[in-house]
């Protein structure tokens, strides 16, 4: 059975909110909250992936310089 403790709701401004607990404390700036019937379910926002991150970054306008062929070092193995 998952740990629950009652708490004190209370207005901050126009929102109504609550003082998390430390012991169900989530690590991140953001949560996302959703309803289930008459359940509010609080849940942290999973990680962005590298691949979500470089997706939403703008397309570079800039022309690469080009880069010269170099001579390859002999390696014997």
Known sequence: ???QRRVKLFRNGRNQAIRIPREFE???EEAILR???ER???E???PRSL???L???EPLDDAFP???ELPTDSVDL
């Open 1 to 3: 059975m998952s740990a």
């Open 26 to 28: 989530m690590s991140g």
């Open 35 to 37: 309803r289930d019937g």
């Open 40 to 42: 509010l379910i609080l």
């Open 44 to 46: 942290p926002v999973p």
């Open 51 to 53: 691949l979500a991150v």
């Open 55 to 57: 997706a939403a970054l």
């Open 66 to 68: 080009p880069i010269p």
